[in-house]
């Protein structure tokens, strides 16, 4: 049974930082690639960022540029999202996500969310 469990959301005031982990079970994070997403009120889930298995290529999205760093630590099966500038904007629960490709069908793993709110 695949489980992602993400920590580290709470309350900032803009300017400030959180540091979001994922942390996954059931699988070995080396092999796949690795994603946050965020779920702002009334709005779609959108990708916020990206990181290959191997951790050499990463996308963003053009929101978070600059101000945002996935990483990931597949030693510890973790992975991470550091969030630095924050913006009210920003306020959204954020998932982290992993596709497990198998020979009949891909499967979507997501974890439960973490809020994270920006206070202006």
């Known amino acids: 049974q695949v489980q992602l469990v993400e920590s580290g959301g709470g309350l900032v005031q803009a300017g400030g930082s959180l540091r979001l982990s994922c942390a996954i079970s059931?699988?070995?994070?080396?092999?796949?690639?690795m994603s946050w997403f965020r779920q702002a009120p009334g709005k779609e889930r959108e990708l916020v960022a990206r990181?290959?298995?191997?951790?050499?290529?990463?996308y963003y999205a053009e929101s978070v540029k600059g101000r945002f760093t996935i990483s990931r630590d597949n030693a510890k099966n973790t992975g991470h999202l550091q969030m630095n500038s924050l913006k009210p904007e920003d306020t959204a629960i954020y998932y982290c996500?992993?596709?497990?490709?198998?020979?009949?069908?891909?499967?979507?793993?997501w974890g439960q969310g973490t809020q994270v709110t920006v206070s202006s």
């Open positions: 990181i290959t298995w191997s951790g050499d290529t990463t």
């Open positions: 059931g699988r070995t994070l080396s092999s796949y690639d």
């Open positions: 996500y992993i596709r497990v490709p198998t020979v009949f069908r891909d499967y979507d793993y």
